[in-house]
C-alpha cells in the first residue's frame, strides 16, 4: 500500500504520543501508525514517517535540521508566545544537531578531532574499572534501582572526565539535562516549554564558565582539545564552543543510560536470550547492535524540508518539520522480517538498525555508546547467575529519549 493510499484510508486517524501508557510502550503505537499512516501530517503541524525505507532516505536526503526553515505550526507559535523557540534558542541555536552544512561539516571537523576511534578506544580501561566498581558495590548491597547504581553514573562520569569538568552538583546538572531534552519532542504544556528554555539557559551559563576555568586549566582533555582544535587556522568560537561542549554533555549521558537500562530490562523480559548470551559471552556485540534495535534509546529524529519532498504518492510541502520515527523503522518487518517486535540477539542484520540516524548527522558518541553498553551489559551477565527484576519498573516520561527510570533488580 502506498503513503498516500494508506494516509487516505485513515484520514481520520491521529498518533496520540500523549496517550495514557504510550512512554510505558510506544511500540503498539507506532505499529499502528506505520500500517495505516506511514506517511502522516499531524494536527500539531509536523510530519511522521514510520517506514524503514522511508526513514532511512530521509536520513540520508540531506535535508535540514535548522528550525528556521520550518514554517510556523502550532508547536512553533506556542513556543513563540512564550518567548521559548526551543528548535532555534537551544545552546543558542550553534549545536552541530542545529546547524546544516558548510556550519555543521565544519564543527563536526573539528569536534571530530577529539573524537577519534583510537580516543575512544583510549577510554576501555577506565570504564572497565567504573563498572567493575558499581557491580561491587551492587552484589555487597544484594539488589539496586540500576539505573541510580550502574545505567546513569557510567556514561555521567565517562563523559565527565572526558570533557574534563571541574566538580559539579551532580543532581542539579542531572535535572537539567533530564529538561533540556524534552526539547527534542513535542511539548505542549506552557509551563513546561518555560522550565526547558530556563533550563537551556542555565546550562549554557554554566558551561559558559566552565570554558572560562579550563582555558585557564589546561589539561589533557576532551574540553582542551575543542578549545585548541584547529583545522587550517579555523578554530571554534566561544559561543560554538559552549553549544559543542552542551551537545556532548547532554547526549554523552542522557542516551546511553536509557540503552543499558532499556537493553538490560529487555534482557530480563526475554530469560531465553539472556540465556543465550550467558552461554556465549562472545555475542555481546551483536547483542547490543539487537538491543539498540529492539529499543531505541532515542526514539526519533528531526528534519526540515528546503524544497518539496515527495515519499511514495505523498508530497511533503517545503519548510515542513519532519519526524523520522527510528523506534517504529527498527520494527518494520518489511525490513527485518515477520520476527521485527522479537528481541533475538543473534539477528544477523541488527547493525543496520537506525538507532544512531543516519546521513551526516549520524550519532558522533556512537562508538563510545556501544563501548558502555557491552562493558555494563556484559560484565553484569556474567557477574551475576541470579540477576533478576525485583520490583516495578518505572518510565522517565520522555517521548523521544525514553527510558526507565528506575529499574529494582537483585542479584
Known amino acids: 500500500m502506498t503513503g498516500a493510499a494508506a494516509d487516505t484510508a485513515d484520514e481520520d486517524f491521529v498518533f496520540n504520543p500523549f496517550a495514557p501508557g504510550f512512554t510505558d510502550d510506544p511500540y503498539p503505537h ?3 501508525v506505520r500500517e495505516r499512516v506511514p506517511v502522516h501530517h499531524h494536527p500539531l503541524g509536523f510530519w511522521l514517517l514510520s517506514r524503514y525505507a522511508d526513514v ?3 536520513l540520508r536526503a540531506g535535508l535540514s535540521v535548522d ?43 573539528l569536534v571530530s578531532k577529539a573524537f577519534t576511534p583510537r580516543a575512544v578506544e583510549a577510554l576501555t580501561p577506565g570504564v572497565d574499572t567504573l563498572v567493575d566498581e ?9 539488589s539496586a534501582d540500576l539505573v541510580e547504581a550502574l545505567a546513569f553514573p557510567l556514561p555521567f562520569a ?37 522550565a526547558i528554555a530556563a533550563a537551556d539557559a542555565e546550562l549554557t ?34 559561543d560554538e564552543l559552549v553549544a559543542q561542549v552542551v551537545l556532548l554533555y547532554v547526549a554523552g549521558h542522557e542516551t546511553t543510560v536509557n540503552l543499558i537500562a532499556g537493553g538490560t530490562l529487555a534482557l ?67 525490513f527485518f522480517g515477520t520476527d521485527a517486535d522479537e528481541l533475538r540477539l543473534g539477528r544477523p542484520d541488527a547493525r543496520q538498525h537506525l538507532s544512531f540516524g543516519g546521513g551526516p548527522h549520524h550519532c558522533l558518541g556512537a562508538a563510545l555508546a556501544r563501548l558502555e553498553a557491552r562493558t555494563a551489559i556484559g560484565g553484569l551477565v556474567r557477574r551475576f547467575p541470579g540477576l533478576a527484576l525485583d520490583g516495578e519498573v518505572a518510565w522517565n516520561g ?8 528506575r529499574l529494582p533488580v537483585r542479584v
Do not use: C
Open 56 to 58: 532511512s532516505a530521509l
Open 398 to 405: 520522555r517521548i523521544n529519549l525514553r527510558g526507565p527510570e
Open 205 to 238: 551559563a554554566m558551561t559558559a564558565d566552565v570554558v572560562a576555568w579550563k582555558r585557564e586549566h589546561p589539561a589533557d582533555d576532551l574540553l582542551t582539545a575543542l578549545i585548541t582544535a584547529e583545522d587550517n587556522g579555523d578554530v571554534l568560537g566561544d
Open 158 to 194: 565517562v563523559i565527565s572526565r572526558m570533557l574534563g569538568m571541574p566538580p559539579a552538583d551532580h543532581e542539579r546538572l542531572r535535572g537539567l539535562t533530564g529538561l533540556l531534552v524534552r526539547s527534542l519532542e513535542p511539548v505542549t504544556e506552557p509551563d513546561v516549554v518555560r
Open 30 to 32: 507506532y505499529r499502528e
Open 67 to 109: 528550525a528556521r526553515h520550518a514554517t510556523p505550526g502550532p508547536l512553533g507559535q506556542l513556543y513563540e508566545e512564550l518567548g521559548a523557540d526551543l528548535g532555534d534558542r537551544r545552546a543558542g541555536g550553534m549545536s552541530m544537531l542545529d546547524k546544516d552544512p558548510p556550519d555543521h561539516t565544519r564543527l563536526r571537523r
Open 268 to 334: 530480563l523480559r526475554h530469560p531465553d536470550q539472556l540465556a543465550a548470551l550467558r552461554a556465549d559471552p562472545g555475542l555481546i556485540g551483536n547483542a547490543v547492535e539487537e538491543l539498540l534495535r529492539y529499543d531505541s534509546p532515542v526514539q526519533s529524529s528531526r528534519r526540515i524540508t528546503l524544497a518539496p519532498y515527495r515519499v511514495g504518492d505523498r508530497e511533503i510541502p517545503a519548510g515542513s518539520f519532519v519526524l523520522a520515527n527510528l523506534a517504529g523503522a527498527n520494527r518494520d518487518p518489511a
Open 134 to 142: 558499581a557491580l561491587d558495590r551492587i552484589a555487597d548491597a544484594g
